[in-house]
Nanobody
């Protein structure tokens, strides 16, 4: 079984920054990708960013240039640095682990974290 534990959410003003972190434990050797999703009230969960264990990344268009996903394979952690935050970035952010290649639009998610709230408001 795989566990994902997120941290780093909170309240931030528009234009501010937050860094989300996620630590994975368990048998993840067969899962090559870690990702961040988010779900705003009344909306579907959407992919924000994904990164393979080789460092290949993909981002939601609205995140490009503002968010950066990174991972430490030795520690089985993934982070999402979010800059220039906007009110529309407000959502519950979920860490996920699964499989993905650049030939696919979306990752195949095997496990989810519990989510962490990010609120962007003045």
């Amino acid at each position: 079984q795989v566990q994902l534990v997120e941290s780093g959410g909170g309240l931030v003003q528009p234009g501010g920054s937050l860094r989300l972190s996620c630590a994975a434990s368990g048998s993840i050797f067969s899962l090559n990708a870690m990702a961040w999703y988010r779900q705003a009230p009344g909306k579907q969960r959407e992919l924000v960013a994904v990164i393979t264990n080789g460092g290949i990344t993909n981002y939601k268009d609205s995140a490009k240039g503002r968010f950066t996903i990174s991972r430490d394979n030795a520690k089985n952690t993934v982070a999402l640095q979010m800059n220039s935050l906007k009110p529309e970035d407000t959502a519950v952010y979920y860490c996920a682990i699964g499989s993905w290649s650049p030939y696919r639009l979306l990752p195949s998610v095997a496990f989810w974290g519990q989510g962490t709230q990010v609120t962007v408001s003045s």
